[in-house]
């Protein structure tokens, strides 16, 4: 069985090789070889008959015996090693012979080399040695560092858990610094720094979340407790995703099982750990550091400190800056190179079926001349990982100095702290940027041996200039980043307009110009509008004083007063009223005669408020004229028919009138029901409504009219004052409120954009002194502030205020030509209407026409008549119709209309004929 070694391609490669040995055992490729061969024989007789003496036939006929009988007829079984991933022999049958010769061998020369190196690496005495775990056969390039790397990236995975130790390190283990129950100087040096935070103080309490995500308080020593027997899970969870992380071809139980040794001679080899620290302590150390780390960055956040949360970006991507280019050369050594090899290693097995044939189209040294080159290209390959070897070597070596002196405390204390996590984590990653740089040059230098050394001194410079000029680029990079922070350089500054940070937006609008501020947090926004900015001011304000609310409250007592001075005068008619009424009621019914059904209605409820009146006359000892005016006087103001938008005011002056009254006046009131009082409302609104009541009651035409004129004009001042009365009491109220929550309203029209004009004249034109000043304000306010007067058509001013348009209102509301009787006055008319006798109206005398309208009616028949016959005359010669459907139609034949053209046309065309004759005739002659 023929061995071919794979470094990290073993799959790919038992993939080739079956492909092969099923292309070569198909009947296809055998029809392709004949076609192949035939074209061959052909090309070979035609030499041989031009040229015999050269033997190309039979120079053919050997070559193509050579390689049927050695590469393609002769299967072989080949065994694929895995010497990176521990996998086990992957066995392929049936290969030709040819490929697995050809591979074998150089795979062979390849994997000696290669074997022989990294032994001898590992028996090396003194610090030279290099251990099994970190060798390029069984990890790849660099693995030292990469694991370094990745083991001082590791996070605490649980969030819940990462969330109760940030919260620990902040609430107790950042105090206890402070006072100096931690010293910080052991903290910062200490490898492990998790024992330190052990005896926190018990006064100060941290956080717990639960399983279910609730969260509870607890003392810090209970809170380390907790974190303590959680973390090993954590451990745990970290070490297997290293595991498969950086042993990708492994099984999982197998990488499971070194990654722990893995870890730990990284470490020890580095010098960054002593012999006693595990795979698991060395996790947790770099877990824990990070968390510190991040610590300090997150409660920034939570404590709303924009100064820390900049630093910290700043810090972070200084530091990503920094490290991009290294970790990108990194990834060249670690992926890039390796993965080019395997392709060009690959791709070579699966050309032999295509170089085979090719190889039927030649013969003697061509033939010979092709297996050599297919044979350089293999070899090529395989000096691919000897001197890959040497270079993990020789890397891991001078890495191990580096990251010894990172990891260095002083006093020969080497340790992986919080002072040496940075430098430790740069160097091991500009150390694999170093070697990336250098696996660049190894096809060159593998291709300038293959060719006899004759280029390997180019080779070697060539790699080098890449180097330098990658070096140059990342580190004037680097440097910009780290002066500007990777935000704002220096001199210059460019602002959007629209500006977003962790707590707050800000845009500017393109239309008004104003600018938006919205907070994160709580999504409030707020507007700073666009505005004149300068040093003068033209504020309106608008503020209500003590002197304003008193003398709103005196009005408001004035207006009370008059209305119940005009709502008195008004009851104490509705009472004579309704004494009237009673009396002549009763004399009605006490006589024989009869009465009108008004008067009967009337009359019942006349009665009705009359044993109203009467019982609560007997219960108060009142008379019942007392009781009837106050009754009609209640009416007015204990909330009846009181509108919902003035239930308030209506409720304070019902409170207000009750505050006036008598003991008698209140003692008749406290008798007296709503429905009672409802009763004498009615029957006050339908007396003063309705002046044919009053017709009824009076005894005479003439005293009804009075009494319904002086019960109008008592109704609408009290009408009048009860609204006023209000209006009053709303307004002190209003003016009440404003001054006790001291609201003032100002606006400064002077930093309104439209008063542009306006404010650059404050601005420029006051002088540049307080008189100067003073000047300007005096023609300002003077300009200001005195306006044209206008005035009614008849001459009178304009009112100046509210009273005087009230004052005004009142006095047209009680004239009696603005406010006629109506009712009175249609009955008056309707009465003198009935008496006047109706006359005949007399005889219209006759005019005479005049002969201006007879002549135009003349004409325009005339007219008529032409417009007419015009219209007949032309349906008559067009010979239009109306069809029964009511569209027009001609009788017209189209077919006689175009024989007459004919007609005319063929006369016509005769005429023109004779004519040109004459004219041909002419010119003969």
Known sequence: MWEIYAYQNSDSLFGIFNAIAAIFGSSDYLSAVAVVAFCGFVAALIAYAFAPEKLQGWKWLGSVVLVFSILIVPKVTVGIVDKTGGAPVKVVANVPFGVAMFGGLTNMIGHTLTDL?????????????????????????????RLIRDTRNVVFQDPGFRTDLINFIHNCTMYDLIDGTIDPATFSSSADVWSLMASPNPARFSTLTAS??????????????????????????IQGRLAFQLNPTLPSAAAAAVIASQIQQAYLKNSIADAAATAADLIRQNAVINAINDTSKIIGQKVNDPASMILAVGRAQAVAQTNASWLNYGKVAEQALPVFRNVVEAVTYALFPLFVLLLLLTSGRDTMLAVKSYIAILIWIQLWPPLYAVLNYMASIYASYDLAAAADLGGGLKALSLQT???????????????????????????????????FG???????????????????????????????????????PNRTSSFMNTWQDDMTGNTFSSNVLNGRTGVSLLRNQGFASRVVSMRVSEQDVTEANKQADTARSEAISANTERSAMLSDTFTRGLAKYRSSRSSGGTTSSSFEQMGENLNRLDQITKGVSDRTGLTQSQVAQIAFGASGHLGINTSFAGAQVQANSSKNYQSGLSADQQKILGTLTNDQIAEFKQFGDRVSRDSSVMNVIASDSREAKEMSSRLATATSRSERADATFAERTAFAERLSTAREHGETISIDIAQDPHNLDMFMRYAEQYGGNSAAAFALFDAELARQGLRPNHVFSDGTALPASFDDIRARHDQAATDPQLNPDTAAIDHQHRKEVSRAKTSAPSAAGSATPSAMRSDIQAQGAEIRRQTGSAGKDFDAKAEIVRAPDGTLASKKSLFKQTGKQVAEDAGATIDNAKDAVKDLLKRDK
């Open 117 to 145: 190196f990294e032994t001898a690496f590992q028996v090396i005495p003194g610090p030279g040695a290099l251990p099994s775990e970190l060798t390029y056969q069984k990890n790849g390039l660099m693995f030292g560092n």
């Open 458 to 496: 180019t080779a070697l410079v060539g790699g080098l200039s890449g180097l330098q000029g990658s070096l140059t680029g990342a580190t004037g990079g680097a440097a910009a980043g780290n002066v500007s922070m990777g935000n704002v350089s220096m001199d210059q500054m460019q602002l959007a």
């Open 421 to 455: 996590a940075s430098t430790i984590y740069s160097s091991a990653i500009s150390g694999e940027a170093v070697v990336g740089y250098l696996v660049i040059s190894v096809p060159i230098i593998a291709w300038a041996a293959l060719k006899r050394m004759e280029n």
């Open 212 to 237: 279910g995500g609730a969260v509870t308080i607890d003392t810090c020593p209970n809170v380390y407790l907790n974190l303590n027997g959680r973390i090993p899970a954590q451990i745990t969870q």
